[in-house]
């Protein structure tokens, strides 16, 4: 699939990300693009920074959680929700029983929109898939440039390829369901 462009121009979306996101959702279809280095976004010069760039979100084993990391002025930069059906998997293939404590370090760039969840190589399984969002407030999308979506790589040895990536145009949202831990980026 090719790039896509925005059908609205980026000048009409005002609203900023304040953690509701609404289902008026347009999917992007499903792509496998691959790519050796699509062009990852910045944030937008003088935007306020996060409050942090490198932590670990703790959860237990079948247990619901939803994990934010924001800007220093509140905005929502990124928001992982793990669904209680979400079956944690390590790197090696052994999942995680029921109760047990999950470790999730989410490191993010300081200048691109990269991001990468770690311990490499481990996943979710199960039914309803982990969703991760992030906000296009703060990222410098440029005035004609074709609309960005979310891109991984699963080790530095792959290409990246982009992801089936959910656009909430209200709610000014990127989403994809997260399957497993790689390198992540919002690019186009």
Do not use: K
Request: aromatic letters at 10%; hydrophobic letters at 35%; charged letters at 20%.
């Amino acid at each position: 699939m090719s790039r896509r462009t925005a059908v609205l121009g980026l000048t009409a979306l005002l609203v900023a990300c304040d953690g509701a996101s609404n289902t008026t959702a347009a999917p992007s279809g499903a792509t496998t693009t691959e790519s050796a280095a699509p062009h990852v976004l910045r944030f937008t010069p003088g935007s306020p920074p996060l409050r942090t760039y490198d932590t670990t979100f703790v959860t237990r084993q079948g247990s619901q959680r939803i994990f934010v990391i924001s800007h220093e002025d509140g905005t929502r930069f990124m928001v992982l929700d793990v669904p209680q059906t979400a079956q944690f998997v390590d790197a090696n293939g052994t999942p995680t029983p029921d109760g047990e404590p999950v470790n999730i370090r989410t490191l993010v760039d300081r200048e691109s929109v990269r991001f990468e969840f770690q311990p490499h190589g481990s996943y979710f399984d199960g039914p309803r898939p982990v969703v991760l969002r992030v906000c296009l407030e703060y990222l410098d999308l440029g005035s004609s440039a074709p609309f960005p979506s979310i891109w991984y790589q699963a080790d530095t040895s792959h290409s990246w390829s982009e992801a089936s990536t959910t656009v909430d145009l209200t709610g000014r949202w990127l989403m994809i369901d997260l399957r497993h831990f790689s390198n992540y980026s919002v690019a186009w």
